[in-house]
């Protein structure tokens, strides 16, 4: 299996860049709906029902702007500017980590799944590294759609209690060829 080429009808139709602070509040439109849409029945329904768009874009302007802001590539539909999605890969963040680096969070909008966004932020940040990640228990599509591009299940889960679900890790220690 080979890590997916750069595919030109997703290039031609999204624009990919660096998110600053000042796209704090399509960010956090988008991350509301995201959750609410993918994450119905897997996590609590009180975390749904509390998501509030207004301070889920403080959070995102306050972690955009801080001295050392993570590297959070978005992307914009081009023409409309309707933003679809962005991925953050970065340092393992867990003591155990199997790997030096982490998919931290990889989103979609719903209305752009099946567009190939998705492998084109794969492509983009992850490349071929070795790699780990953690996904919500039940949600299928994502385990799939990580599964093609490396990744399996290692056994490992941590409780989430504040949203009442676990999470899985998948891991890709080989290079993605």
């Not at 329904?45 to 998501?51: I, W």
């Not at 302007?61 to 962005?86: I, K, M, Q």
């Not at 209305?111 to 790699?131: C, D, I, K, Q, Y």
């Amino acid at each position: 299996m080979s890590a997916p080429d750069t595919d030109p009808a997703v290039t031609e139709r999204y624009e990919l860049r660096l998110l600053t602070p000042d796209d704090a509040d399509v960010i956090a439109q988008a991350h509301v709906q995201i959750w609410r849409d993918t994450y119905d029945g897997l996590l609590a329904r009180s975390v749904l029902d509390g998501l509030d768009v207004g301070e889920t874009a403080r959070r995102w302007r306050e972690w955009l702007g801080s001295d050392e802001p993570p590297r959070v590539l978005g992307a914009f539909e081009r023409g409309t500017g309707t933003f679809a999605g962005w991925i953050c890969v970065g340092a393992a963040r867990d003591e155990d980590a199997p790997t030096a680096t982490e998919l931290w969070v990889l989103n979609v909008v719903t209305g752009h799944h099946g567009t190939g966004l998705a492998h084109e932020f794969m492509r983009s940040e992850l490349a071929n590294r070795p790699a780990y990640l953690w996904v919500v228990e039940g949600n299928e599509r994502a385990v799939a759609f990580y599964r093609k591009h490396g990744f399996e299940l290692d056994g490992q889960a941590k409780a989430q209690e504040d949203e009442g679900n676990r999470d899985l890790r998948m891991v890709r220690t080989d290079a993605f060829s």
